[in-house]
């Protein structure tokens, strides 16, 4: 009698035991079901942009800055300004050009000025070598010589003779071929003077043209700058 009363307590406290396990069990996994359901991200379909007053606003003044830039008047502007800009730009190089000349018609005045002064000193030793030419010839003849050595005491008169006609003719030799040289120097001169005078004529007409042509656009200038006024054109 005794033994079955333990036996019927054993029972009881598994029976206990196993429900109070069961009860723990389901209680944990309701936990682990709600923190996996809390951690889940939620998706949301985003808001539909909607513009504000000022954007619309924004748009519409751009639109009318396009419009009022693409009109014809506009265009006419900015062309006319581009206009001017490139004739300034031409000014600039013409004037930029026009100062190379100058320099150019400088450097070509002052080499012509040059070489006519060599030409001078050429032609000055051409004219004191004819002279002394000129002397050589007359001192070579036979009576000049037999006269020149007529006051020198001698037993050899005919040696002297032969050696001062000797002296003379190669004192005539050197002094053609100085006066060769001369001669070619003064054809190289005036050849080089004829280029200088042609590059000098050849740049004044350049620059006369250019100042001509920086007058007509000046007055061109002047009469579209006045109102109502029609520029004419240059003859």
């Known amino acids: 009698m005794r033994e079955g009363s333990i036996r019927k307590l054993v029972i009881v406290v598994v029976a206990i035991v196993l429900v109070s396990g069961v009860l723990v069990d389901s209680a944990a996994q309701k936990r682990k079901r709600r923190r996996r359901s ?6 949301t379909n985003p808001d539909i942009y909607q513009p504000s007053p ?4 924004n748009s519409n003044t751009d639109a009318n800055a396009n419009s009022n830039f ?3 008047d506009a265009i006419r502007s900015l062309s006319n300004q581009i206009d001017k800009l490139n004739q ?20 070509a ?39 020149a050595m007529a006051g020198y005491g001698t037993t050899r008169p005919e040696e002297l003779r032969a050696q001062r006609q000797k002296q003379l003719e190669n004192d005539r030799t050197r002094s053609q071929q100085q006066m060769d040289q001369l001669n070619a120097s003064e054809q190289r001169i005036q050849q080089a003077i004829a280029a200088s005078d042609t590059e000098v004529d050849r ?20 009469n579209t700058a006045q109102p109502g006024s029609t520029a004419s054109p240059s003859p």
């Open 70 to 72: 693409q009109s014809p």
């Open 109 to 147: 005045e002052q080499r012509a000025s040059q070489l006519r002064s060599e030409l001078r000193d050429v032609q000055a030793k051409k004219a004191d070598l004819a002279a002394h030419l000129e002397q050589v010839e007359f001192d070579l003849k036979p009576e000049n010589i037999e006269r």
């Open 54 to 57: 000022g954007d619309n606003a």
């Open 38 to 43: 809390s951690s889940a991200p939620k998706i």
């Open 88 to 107: 300034r730009l031409n000014d600039m190089q013409a004037s930029q050009q026009s100062m190379v000349d100058l320099e150019r018609l400088s450097r």
């Open 203 to 222: 740049l004044q007409k350049k620059l006369d043209a250019t100042d001509r042509a920086a007058i007509q656009n000046a007055q061109m200038n002047a």
